[in-house]
């Protein structure tokens, strides 16, 4: 019996280097290997944070406005970091809309967000434009449905 139970630790001292040693050879990830979101589910992210950037100031909740402003913000640049396709113009062009819309909500002002907010809406639509994507048209919100944002009907070629 006693040499039974010697066999079976040997077996099991053996098997735990076995799997460390399989388990050092496992490759660590590089940073090359970093999960890169595509560009659809980037601006899909951003999509959401436009409807909800609206749907909080029409509700003068202006706290949760900036927050989903710096929100969207932070998407657009990051799909600029990551998609060199993307022109640096594009991205500038937003800047002032951007401004403008943080402005109000700074002033929680809802005429001057409402103007601000059509200007940053139709610098999307210009980006989208100039990318050969106008058929992904942006528009203020008409409710809280889902994709309260966006027309689905063709649009015509400029």
Not at 57 to 65: F, H, M, R, S, V
Not at 113 to 120: C, G, I, P, V
Not at 123 to 147: D, E, L
Request: hydrophobic share 40%; with cysteine.
């Amino acid at each position: 019996m006693k040499r039974h139970a010697v066999v079976v630790a040997l077996l099991l001292s053996t098997a735990s280097i076995t799997l460390a040693m399989a388990q050092s050879d496992l490759k660590r990830p590089s940073p090359s290997d970093q999960y890169i979101p595509r560009l659809g589910d980037i601006m899909s992210a951003a999509q959401q944070q436009h409807q909800k950037l609206w749907l909080a100031a029409t509700a003068q909740n202006w706290e949760l406005a900036a927050y989903e402003l710096g929100q969207l913000e932070s998407t657009l640049a990051g799909a600029a970091m990551m998609y060199s396709g993307i022109p640096v113009s594009n991205v500038t062009t937003l800047k002032d809309p951007l401004q403008s819309v943080s402005d109000a909500i700074a002033a929680k002002d809802g005429r001057k967000f409402a103007k601000a907010y059509a200007n940053l809406t139709e610098g999307c639509n210009s980006c989208h434009t100039s990318m050969g994507r106008n058929f992904i048209a942006i528009r203020v919100p008409t409710g809280p449905q889902p994709f309260g944002n966006q027309l689905f009907p063709p649009q015509r070629k400029p």
